[in-house]
């Protein structure tokens, strides 16, 4: 049996008369940067997650990055971040001078442990970036009141968790500024990178917008140092159509998850399932169990033709960049994490047939 981690294929093939249009329509109008597509996609994407601006840019980096610019984060500030989480939450950090404070997890979602963060605040902490691990949001609530209550921005890093719902308000419509990635590995994704930004404050977008294009207020007139992070016109006809099919493919999503949670419930004593809080559902940006003897495990499965990875192998502060920074920082759950967590596939197109074959050949390895 042949087994897509990600089934990006399948989806084309779905869509495919769709895309192949939009993709058509630019080639033949040639505004190929900033064209009319990305202002439906901007307009589109602000419809979605219910906010007031939407801003599209060249990846989830580049909005990560705009966020921190628009709040003026620089050298002496401060800004919180989980322990565990890919590399970019705490880089851009980084660059602009300021210090990434790394906060530990909760052990079984993985998210930013809100117990732990006010404890990090100091007169220096400027904002706080909580993750949507895997696919479902952070305790925005607690992290939003903690932020106003120390007068902090909060920046969501979406990248995973685009489309996941929290006590009824979508991703990236919770918090001051919400970023994510369209890599085209997440949720929702297009043909090569591309992100966006969003934010009711109509302040903060005029600036993320001036900061995308080397901080130009009109043309050849420049008020800020920006950056280049636009966005091209072909991947947002890219995106237009995938956007319009996504929440059917989020109900997929949960579907599958929730019919791997059934599955890998049989193997409790083995595995344990990233756990979805009650108050929000995921977009299961990837299935992720704690499993033991991971490494033999996933020779196991490649033996069988199951595809695995492991996000993330490391905590962000294990990094050597980090290490050389911070000196050795241990914290105890994402210590763990980095040690059990295993992926499987997971996309909306996985049948059921194929997710019997997965389960089973992760239970082969552990029950003889």
Known sequence: MQINFIDLKKQYSQLKEQIDAGIFKVLEHGQYILGPEVVEAEQKLAEFTGTKNALTCGNGTDALMLALMALDIGPGDEVIVPGFSFFATAEVVSFFGATPIFVDVELETALIDVTKIEAAITDKTKAIIPVGLYGQMADMNEIVAIAEKHKLGVIEDAAQSFGASYNGKRSCGVALIGCTSFFPAKPLGVYGDGGAVFTNDADLHEKMRRLRMHGEASRYNHEHIGMNARFDSIQAAVLLPKLAAYPQEIEARKRIG???????????????????????????????????????????????????????????????????????ISLENSEKLAGMVMSLPMHPYLDEETQDYIFNAVKSFYVK
């Not at 083995?270 to 299961?284: E, M």
């Open 258 to 328: 929730a019919r791997y949670d059934e599955l890998f419930s049989e193997l409790s004593d083995f595995v344990t399932p990233t756990k979805v809080k009650a108050d929000r559902d995921s977009v299961f940006a990837q299935y992720t169990l704690q499993v033991k003897d991971r490494e033999a495990l996933q020779a196991h499965l490649k033996d069988k033709n199951v595809p695995t990875a492991v996000h993330y192998p490391k905590p962000m502060y294990r990094q050597p960049v980090y290490e050389k920074m911070f000196g050795n």
